[in-house]
């Protein structure tokens, strides 16, 4: 028995270093040092992450939407329920610490040729219990727990899209109704125009080619008409499908009602293995690959079960006795692996390798982190920058539009040339509310990006 002892004492010994240890999260600095293009950021650490959503859409249609969506979103309820699967598995692998216990009695009638009816019967209680000497147990209740960290990194993943695809398509709404709004004043600038060309016609001003292409014009317009009504009411029926309910209108503000921060920080990129969900998925994925392979390690050692019973039978011995009596037993067992086809060695390299892979899908998870932060950012400062010049030109068109008035009433200057003036004018505003949309956009998918939503 000493003898025993001392070897599996020496094989835990060996086997400690490999068996035993807990996940360490790798070094990242190589890549998070220098993830943010603009390095001026970096050295703050306020993140408009920490924001709760509230704080960032501040519309109160939009905050019933996300609230209705938070509640009712099928993809969100499925990951929710997930929580829960994996939430089972881990109290299953804490168990396993526990002996199982099982009651099996059992009753056997026989009779032999000339000899009277014998009745047995057991009354017994077994237990089996597998000593935890080499970490096997340990390991499945660690990887349990990172699957359950995984399933939780998924189901915040899921919650920070399906806010910052609800707000893109309440804005994308209310982008429409402006553009709407912008085409159903050309239209009638060019029907206005197309009147005016016909007069000219008839004054002998101008030519039947000039009127078929002003009203080709016109028809062109009427068109993108009709396409920004059925854009508006498929982007309510894929929103409603968001909310889990059926299609209908939306009710919504105006794109002018809508205020942001002036500035937005992102923090220091650090900051990314913390907030965002998916990055998180993956280390807790890393650290499930990391455990798994810990348990192809423990695969190589022994296995110990204590067993035992306890029960009341009146079959204790070749005879039967009445009244019975009481029945104990208790067994240990050692298994070591000598010979395996293998198997045991395959399963380690193919752990290792698995390890390997959701490194390197660790890593490239942090890559594509930084590479939307970086794209929303540029997103949001260009569409600022265009917006400016999209005012002054408007302001500038205005302008024009006041002129050429002015001119057509005082001067010989015509009125087709007013209605030019105004068709560049409404353009310009079409363009604007096209830059207002794309700086919206930006503040979402940099919200999202930087991990903002998740609780």
Not at 5 to 11: F, G, L, Q, V, W
Not at 244 to 249: E, H, M, Q
Not at 252 to 281: C, H, I, M, N, Y
Request: proline residues 2%.
């Amino acid at each position: 028995m000493k003898k025993i002892i001392i070897c599996i004492s020496i094989a835990v010994g060996i086997s400690g270093c490999s068996i035993y240890r807990t996940y360490k999260q790798p070094d990242m600095s190589a890549v998070t040092d220098n993830l943010y293009r603009q390095s001026s950021e970096q050295s703050d650490t306020t993140s408009m992450a920490t924001l709760s959503w509230r704080e960032i859409f501040t519309d109160s249609y939009l905050q019933q939407l996300i609230d209705t969506g938070l509640k009712n979103n099928t993809d969100l309820n499925i990951a929710r329920l997930k929580v829960k699967e994996a939430e089972a598995l881990l109290m299953t692998s804490r168990l396993s610490y526990l002996p199982s216990i099982s009651f099996t009695p059992q009753g056997t009638l026989s009779k032999a040729e000339k000899s009277s009816l014998n009745k047995t019967y057991d009354l017994a209680l077994s237990a089996n219990w597998e000593v935890d000497i080499f970490g096997r147990i340990t390991n499945a209740k660690r990887e349990a727990k990172a699957a359950l960290e995984q399933s939780d990194a998924y189901r915040q993943a899921v919650q920070t899209q399906l806010i910052a695809t609800i707000a893109n398509s309440y804005y994308t709404l209310l982008m429409l109704d402006d553009q709407l709004e912008i085409s159903r004043y050309t239209a009638e600038n060019w029907s206005e125009n197309l009147r005016v060309m016909k007069a000219l016609k008839k004054a002998g001003q101008t030519t039947d080619m000039a009127v078929a292409q002003t009203e080709a014009s016109k028809l062109s317009v009427d068109a993108s008409l009709l396409l920004i009504e059925q854009q508006i009411a498929e982007t309510e029926n894929a929103l409603s499908a968001l909310l889990g309910s059926v299609p209908g209108a939306i009710p919504r503000s105006t794109l002018k009602q809508q205020e942001f921060p002036e500035s937005l920080a992102v923090g220091v990129p650090l900051q990314l293995l913390q907030r965002r969900p998916d990055v998180r998925q993956s280390e807790a994925a890393l650290a499930a690959a990391f455990y798994v392979t810990n348990q192809a390690h423990s695969a190589f050692y022994p296995s110990i079960t204590l067993s035992g019973s306890a029960g009341w039978t009146n079959a204790a011995g070749a005879v039967v006795t009445n009244p019975g009596q009481w029945l104990f037993s208790a067994v240990g067992s050692l298994v070591q692996p000598l010979f395996n086809k293998g198997q045991n060695i395959a399963n380690l390299k193919v752990a290792k390798a698995q390890q390997e892979e959701a490194l390197l899908s660790f890593r490239q998870s942090l890559l594509d982190a930084g590479t939307e932060v970086n794209d929303a950012l540029l997103q949001w400062q260009t569409a600022r920058e265009r917006l400016t010049l999209n005012q002054q030109q408007i302001a500038s068109l205005e302008s024009a539009v006041r002129s050429s008035e002015l001119l057509m009433r005082y001067s010989s200057q015509n009125y087709l040339e007013v209605l030019t003036a105004r068709q560049t004018l409404l353009q310009a505003e079409l363009d604007a509310v096209s830059a207002r949309f794309d700086e919206i956009q930006g503040v979402i998918n940099l919200y999202h990006a930087l991990g903002g939503g998740a609780n």
